[in-house]
């Protein structure tokens, strides 16, 4: 039995997700486990889908499928892609949402292009695919090459010397507030000195924290979490609502300035 992983940003109302699990059933005659992850990511909003899928993917055991269904439909000639990376498989569709997941390009990646004349085009695109995963062809007999895949586009950090600016890249169920910038390039900026965070016309969060109770109850803090991105949280409180962040506001992070004594 294979686990079958499926983000999408199809909502909770539809029956799409049921004819996928359904369609990958029968494709796998009943050898799949399909396990649902988030169907409410923004529509067509494929930069929170790869956060998504860069945070989940790597917990599930190795032969794991994963789908992401998010804006399939993209450019003239759609089309899905069979990606196979650190023991994983990954069906996605070519609209940039690859190079998002994968900070150095897979290497081994098979291209199926999307039958607009069928009535449920994605649904038997996916059926397929799932029974190639299940036969015994060759990698080179799934789908065709893709030389090439659409490149996708998200905000990156602007360094200076002494400072970093980001923006907010996903906001979850508790207000939890994140930030593209790693804690990697945290380090190699400011190498163990104090900081100072700057977001809106609120007062800076000064310093970093190592859990939510440095600070007092519904006390604002900055930490880094679970994925070592930077995240802004309120102790037993939402920092998006508490501090008025959304999606794609700016964090600006700064050396913190040390006065010297007289």
């Not at 399939?72 to 994983?88: E, Q, T």
């Not at 659409?150 to 890249?169: A, E, K, M």
């Not at 390039?185 to 109770?213: A, R, T």
Request: hydrophobic share 40%; charged share 20%.
């Amino acid at each position: 039995m294979r686990i079958l992983t499926l983000t999408s940003d199809a909502g909770l109302n539809s029956h799409y997700i049921g004819a996928i699990k359904g369609a990958a059933l029968c494709a796998s005659e009943m050898q799949l486990l399909p396990i649902d992850i988030n169907h409410q990511i923004p529509a067509f909003d494929i930069v929170r889908a790869a956060y998504a899928v860069k945070n989940y993917f790597i917990h599930y055991p190795k032969s794991s499928i994963h789908v992401v269904s998010v804006n399939d439909f993209y450019g003239d000639k759609p089309s899905i892609l069979l990606v196979k990376d650190k023991g994983h498989y990954f069906i996605l569709p070519d609209n940039g949402i690859i190079t998002l997941i994968f900070e150095i390009l897979p290497t081994q990646i098979r291209r199926y292009e999307l039958n607009m004349k069928d009535r449920s085009p994605l649904i038997s695109c996916l059926k397929g695919i799932v029974e190639d995963l299940f036969s015994d062809k060759t990698w080179s007999k799934h789908g065709k090459a893709a030389r090439s895949v659409n490149q996708g586009l998200s905000f990156q950090p602007v360094i200076d010397s002494d400072r970093i600016r980001g923006t907010v890249i996903f906001i979850d169920n508790y207000g939890n507030v994140v930030v593209n910038v790693h804690k990697l390039l945290f380090e190699s900026v400011f190498d163990g000195k104090e900081v100072v965070i700057y977001f809106k016309q609120n007062d800076p969060i000064k310093g970093l924290s190592l859990s939510y109770n440095d600070v007092e109850l519904g006390e604002p803090l900055c930490h880094f979490n679970s994925s070592n991105l930077l995240e802004l949280s309120v102790n037993m409180g939402s920092a998006s609502t508490l501090l008025g962040l959304n999606i794609d506001d700016l964090i600006q992070v700064e050396l913190a300035v040390v006065k010297e004594k007289v």
